[in-house]
């Protein structure tokens, strides 16, 4: 069984660069064994996939986002990070982290519940 938790600030001001963390529980599994991502949802609106990050550490990300995103992770702590710089009212949303199925980068079998982050102006 696969846990993911998403941390972070739940209410940011615009123009910040915030960052949420994802703790994951897989047992003895290392988190290098699988690719995990980064999705939102603002309000009201459907999910928009941000970026991944892949066994090896190389990460791919949005082009609608590219330049302002970054995807990390401290396998020590099982943790992958998402930082997104100068953010606007418009990335409000609830963000969430996943394991990607194998076979399939559009595909998820574990999710987190999903962090709320508001941006103020």
């Known amino acids: 069984q696969v846990q993911l938790q998403e941390s972070g600030p739940a209410l940011v001001n615009a123009s910040q660069t915030p960052s949420l963390t994802c703790t994951i529980s897989?047992?003895?599994?290392?988190?290098?064994?699988?690719?995990w991502t980064w999705i939102r949802q603002p309000p009201g609106k459907g999910v928009e996939w941000m970026g991944i990050?892949?066994?090896?550490?190389?990460?791919f990300v949005s082009p609608s986002l590219k330049g302002r995103t970054f995807i990390s992770r401290d396998t020590s702590k099982k943790q992958v990070s998402l930082q997104l710089s100068s953010v606007t009212p418009e990335d409000t949303a609830v963000y969430y982290c996943?394991?990607?199925?194998?076979?399939?980068?559009?595909?998820?079998?574990?999710w987190g519940r999903g962090a709320q982050v508001t941006v103020t102006s």
């Open positions: 990050i892949t066994p090896d550490g190389s990460t």
């Open positions: 897989s047992g003895s599994t290392p988190i290098t064994a699988d690719l």
């Open positions: 996943a394991r990607v199925r194998s076979g399939s980068w559009s595909s998820y079998d574990y």
